[in-house]
């Protein structure tokens, strides 16, 4: 009877162990999907994948030495308990022993199967390539997106200066005053403004609508609108500076006489008559003083053509 005990307990010791090591196993599994959260959520994990790596690949070790142990342990075979029932007792018998019955042939041992050890091998490398790949697929997604935000960036960049010299130039172009402030804008045959239009064109023939799908293409545009912004601070500065360049009394008198005058060709609440006048005297002071461009008078006569329009049908 203690031979027996002691064989019952030895098989629940191998059982404990093997249970024992399914646990170490699951520890392991357990410890790769915390590293491979530690990849895709490194915000709540604190982590990264230098700090995740390493915890996969230890869960990884840790599942597979301790599938390994619970594999190549067995349990006792029946020769072996048959043999501790054999040994002679020490206390003699009282009463006669009863028959015993008939003994039962042990069953031969059985090799080893490695069945599960290669299972789990299989799944735990199944596991450690998937989680490489999407680790590597995570990778080139964020490069790719780190990619177009930079773009996007940059192309941002380069439309501010675009938007910043085509909105100067067109202030200039929509105030009719300027002219006395700045004429030498209107000179093409002053080398700073020359290359201003030069340069300002060639940003308009790059000029993009949305952001390109190419670095190259962003490039090019922002160099031509950085060119572009220089070629009319220069111009601007040097237009500014010169100014009309009248300095007798006689002539800036004159040209009071004329921005006068246009200022009345300008007003909306004058009659037609009184703006057709007004031009024609701008027109007559404005020769050898100032050369004001086409686009002054044309808007001038387009809305002395309006009023007098409404006038008529008034």
């Known amino acids: 009877m203690q031979n027996n005990y002691v064989a019952t307990s030895s098989e629940q010791f191998v059982v404990v162990l093997s249970y024992l090591m399914w646990g170490c196993t699951l520890l ?3 410890g790769m999907a915390y590293g491979a959260a530690m990849v895709f959520r490194p915000q709540y994990s604190g982590g990264g994948v230098s700090k995740a790596l390493p915890i996969c690949g230890g869960g990884l ?3 597979i030495a301790a599938t390994a142990v619970r594999v190549m342990l067995f349990p006792v075979s029946t020769e072996e308990a048959t043999d501790l029932t054999d ?3 020490a206390d003699p018998p009282a009463i006669p022993a009863a028959p015993a019955p008939p003994t039962v042939d042990a069953a031969p041992d059985v090799p080893m199967d490695w069945t599960p050890l290669v299972w789990i091998v299989v799944v735990v490398l199944a596991l450690a390539l998937a989680a490489y790949l999407i680790v590597r697929t995570r990778s080139h997604v964020v490069d790719r ?3 177009k935000k930079a773009l996007e960036a940059d192309y941002a960049a380069a439309h501010a200066v675009y938007s910043e010299v085509a909105d100067a130039y067109a202030a ?3 105030d009719p005053y300027s002219i006395f402030i700045r004429p030498l ?5 002053e080398p700073r403004t020359a290359a201003f239009i030069d340069a300002f064109a060639a940003m308009n023939d790059v000029r993009l609508e949305q952001c390109p799908d190419t670095a190259e293409r962003v490039q090019a545009f922002a160099v031509a609108a950085q060119k572009a912004r220089t070629a009319w601070r220069s111009a601007d ?3 500014r500076t010169m100014g009309l360049r009248v300095t007798s009394v006689e002539g800036q008198r004159t040209v009071r006489r004329i921005r006068s005058a246009l200022g009345i060709a300008l007003d909306t609440s004058a009659t037609g008559q009184e703006r057709e ?3 024609r005297t701008v027109e007559e002071l404005a020769a050898g003083i100032v050369t004001l461009p086409d686009r002054i008078y044309d808007n001038v006569k387009i809305a002395i053509e309006t009023t007098t329009r409404k006038q008529l049908t008034s």
């Open 28 to 30: 392991g599994l357990l």
């Open 185 to 189: 804008l209107d000179d093409l045959t």
């Open 145 to 147: 997106r780190n990619a």
């Open 172 to 174: 200039y172009l929509a």
């Open 61 to 63: 070790l840790f599942a």
């Open 87 to 89: 040994l002679p007792s």
């Open 277 to 279: 006048t007004a031009l």
């Open 237 to 239: 500065g040097y237009a």
